[in-house]
Structure formats: C-alpha cells, structure tokens
Nanobody, 126 residues
Framework: QVQLMESGGGSVQAGGSLTLSCIVSHKYETITMGWFRQLPGKEREGVAIIDHLGIVDYADSVKGRFTISADNTRNTLRLQMNTLKPEDTGMYYC?????????????????????WGQGTQVTVSS
C-alpha cells in the first residue's frame, strides 16, 4: 500500500519562499516521485520529478526557482520553492508511480502516476 501526505503549504508574498514536504510510505527500491500542481481553472501539471537515482526534471516555468529533493530512504520528498510568483498559486500534490521506472518523456505527465496525496494549498500574493 502506497500512501502520501503533503505538508508545508501556506501564504506568502511574491518573491518569498516556501518548502513543501511529502511523506511517502512505500516498499520499492526503484521509484519515481514528484510534485504536481493545479492552478485555478487549469489542468493538473507536472512541476518537478525525481527518481531513485536522483535524476530530476523540472517544468520550464519553475526551473531555477524550485528544487526537488528526496532523502536517502526515498520516503521524504521536498520541494523548495524560491522567488515565488502570484502565478504559482494553486493546489500542490505529491505523487508516485508506485515502483518501477517512468519513461523520461512521460515523467512530467500526470497519467504516469498512480498514487497521490491530498494536496496542499500555496497562495502567493502580489
């Protein structure tokens, strides 16, 4: 059974920082995990992905501002968000494929992930 629980959302002014955390309960040696977000009125989109080898991918909109990391046991996932913008406002979700490898070209696509947290709200004011 795979379970995920996010924390760390909140409200911040533009230019500020937030760190999101996700506890991932799993039993896999190979796994891909990441962060997605759903902005108001838009589809859920991939933000940052990391796998068991530490290979990361970022959406173009967050490159240079967000950093994804996971601890050595791959049970804690974090997203450090710097230089936040009002357009980053939305619900943020952590997700995992539940073991195995996600094809590189699919890593930022939500259909590649089977398990999701409940989400945490991030609000950036101007």
């Amino acid at each position: 059974q795979v379970q995920l629980m996010e924390s760390g959302g909140g409200s911040v002014q533009a230019g500020g920082s937030l760190t999101l955390s996700c506890i991932v309960s799993h039993k896999y040696e190979t796994i891909t995990m990441g962060w997605f977000r759903q902005l108001p009125g838009k589809e859920r989109e991939g933000v940052a992905i990391i796998d068991h080898l530490g290979i990361v991918d970022y959406a173009d909109s967050v490159k240079g501002r967000f950093t994804i990391s996971a601890d050595n046991t791959r049970n804690t996932l974090r997203l450090q968000m710097n230089t936040l913008k009002p357009e980053d406002t939305g619900m943020y979700y952590c997700a995992t494929n539940g073991g195995g490898i996600v094809r590189r070209e699919a890593r930022l696509l939500r259909f590649a992930y089977n398990f999701w947290g409940q989400g945490t709200q991030v609000t950036v004011s101007s």
